[in-house]
Each structure stands twice: as C-alpha cells, then as structure tokens.
C-alpha cells in the first residue's frame, strides 16, 4: 500500500483544513487507518483512527470534538477533517494503514498544517 498525504496548509487559529489520503493498491477495506502528527522537536503522536469498515472511530483526547477521521472505501481515501484549529496542532501529519489481520504498517510522506495564532 502506498500513501499520498496531501491539504497541509497555513491557517489562522480558529479556522479549519481538511486532510486527505489516497491509498494505492486493491485491498485498501482490509486496512484500518490512522492519523498521526509530529511537531519540532516532539515525537510522532497518535491522532486518529477509523477501522476498516469506518463503523470505529477513535480520537486523541486533544482533538476529540475538533477533528473527524472518515473515509470512503469505493474511491480509497480516508480524511481528517480539523476544525477550531489551535497553534499547538502545528505538525506535520502523517497518514498510517495497518491491516487488519497482519498488522503490517504503512506510513505517507506527511503533510504540515501550520496554524498561526
């Protein structure tokens, strides 16, 4: 599986981006996927994940009521929808694919939000 992050941008505090993830490969419905983010200096940081049905959904306690994690099988993408974006979500976020039953992982190039206060 490969995967194309992209939708990084420059906001203001308070405004929205939307994330997006294409994913190569014919098997993408056998892959719950995720979003994570790094900001300088800080570790890689779990931020969300949809399962593989997009029935589950899970969230980082600091983005919960913030951003959505969706995604839609047929076209194979999945998305993070950030809204009342905050200084302090200034990462570059990271597009994460595990298989169901392997658990083998895959990662994406990455995309930065940055968000000035």
């Known amino acids: 599986v490969q995967l194309q992050a992209s939708g990084g941008g420059l906001v203001q505090a308070g405004g929205s981006l939307r994330l997006s993830c294409a994913a190569s490969?014919?098997?993408?419905?056998?892959?719950?996927m995720g979003w994570f983010r790094q900001a300088p200096g800080k570790e890689r940081e779990f931020v969300a994940a949809?399962?593989?049905?997009?029935?589950?959904?899970y969230y980082a306690e600091s983005v919960k009521g913030r951003f959505t994690i969706s995604r839609d099988n047929a076209k194979r993408m999945v998305y993070l929808q950030m809204n009342s974006l905050k200084p302090e979500d200034t990462a570059v976020y990271y597009c994460n694919a595990r298989h169901v039953l392997s658990r083998v992982e895959y990662w994406g190039q990455g995309t930065l939000v940055t968000v000035s206060s």
């Open positions: 490969g014919r098997t993408f419905s056998s892959y719950n």
């Open positions: 949809i399962s593989w049905s997009g029935r589950t959904t």
